[in-house]
């Protein structure tokens, strides 16, 4: 028989270190993924933010996925009622309310926009934008409760907030005046955009567009640059969700070295809910369903201001914003992407998750 060299022969001492440390999958292994998976398809904790939250009691509106009038005629007559009260009287009033603030901001913004720049249009903008707001914050019937106002944005700042609806900007506006960055859109909203660009240098783009998000990341960091400007307000997140959540926050307003002022927006759905769903609604059906609601209230928290730290990256920054905001709000910390709710899920995500689950099982 032929020798074997000594350093090819069998160790058990090496065979049982190699059977300690070998890894053998069994079904306990998959057990976790598997029950995860059932969860997700019973409960997504995704996918549900792109529709309006479940309130756990009625608010005598139809906003909900199962109508409770119908199941008594003294629940039925107590909701007619209130349809009257909504529709008949509070309706009317809010409407004319917003009727003459679109004739009010068309006029005070065109006169403004007039003006040279110079402090005194700048000052003008200030006051006559904020009590804009303030009246048209009435067509809703806010309520808002502001919370740490010493916190709020100053010149060179940014802004950024958690993001429901487009009357986000009517509720940080009423005590604030912001340059605003934000899609482009036609109808009611691009009405108000164009009247708002009249008078300010505010920042609109297409989200679709490659190059217009290459531009705005660049009159972000110009306008942040200019101490003279307004504060600018971002919604990170890109996309409106339904108020218990805060996913993913975009890097492109973190890039900067400029100071970021996080604000905390909470709503009470039990007044109305101001989700705006729009691959559900569009605009106008929304103002209608909004103005036709009890009441919007909600509360805003100013958050400390808070800047990039050395060796922070801008997505890092962008996580650790967005977890203050969310445990400030008390909402869901998600670091999923908003954009979900248009697009598939990309690549580098689910590699992500892949990543993650491995670690898991080593």
């Not at 529709?51 to 119908?70: D, G, P, S, V």
Request: with cysteine; glycine share 4%.
């Amino acid at each position: 028989m032929m020798d074997v060299p000594f350093a090819f022969r069998p160790s058990k001492t090496l065979n049982l270190e190699l059977e300690k440390n070998k890894h053998r999958l069994n079904l306990s292994t998959i057990m976790d993924f598997v029950s995860l998976s059932i969860q997700a398809i019973v409960d997504d904790t995704v996918t549900k933010r792109f529709n309006a939250e479940e309130l756990k009691c009625w608010n005598l509106l139809t906003r909900t996925n199962k109508i409770h009038h119908y199941h008594s005629l003294r629940l039925a007559s107590i909701w007619l009622i209130g349809l009257c009260v909504r529709y008949l009287i509070l309706f009317p009033f809010r409407m004319m309310i917003a009727l003459v603030c679109g004739l009010w901001f068309v006029m005070t913004m065109t006169l403004i926009g007039l003006l040279p720049e110079n402090r005194i249009k700048r000052f003008a903008y200030y006051y006559l934008s904020i009590m804009g707001f303030r009246m048209l914050s009435r067509a809703f019937s806010m309520v808002i409760t502001y919370h740490d106002s010493k916190n709020l944005a100053k010149s060179g700042g940014t802004c950024v907030a958690n993001h429901t609806s487009p009357i986000d900007v009517i509720v940080l506006h009423c005590n604030n005046a912001y340059a605003l960055v934000g899609q482009k859109h036609s109808g009611v909203l691009g009405f108000f955009q164009t009247a708002l660009s009249k008078a300010t240098s505010h920042i609109w783009f297409d989200r679709f567009e490659v190059k217009d998000r290459t531009q705005v990341s660049k009159r972000l960091r110009d306008h942040s640059n200019d101490k003279t400007k307004l504060p600018i307000l971002v919604f990170p997140e890109g996309t409106c969700i339904n108020n218990s959540a805060v996913m993913m926050f975009k890097k492109g307003s973190f890039e900067t070295d400029g100071i970021i002022y996080p604000v905390a927006i909470k709503y009470d759905g039990r007044f109305g809910d101001p989700f705006w769903n729009s691959n559900k609604y569009g605009y106008a059906k929304y103002l209608l369903m909004m103005m036709t609601s009890w009441a919007v209230v909600c509360d805003v928290w100013f958050l400390p201001p808070m800047t990039r730290q050395d060796n922070e990256t801008a997505i890092e920054f962008a996580s650790r914003v967005k977890a203050e905001i969310a445990k400030k709000g008390g909402l869901v910390d998600l670091d999923w992407d908003g954009q979900l709710k248009r697009q598939k899920v990309k690549p580098e995500m689910l590699k992500q998750q892949q990543y993650k689950f491995s670690r898991e099982i080593e």
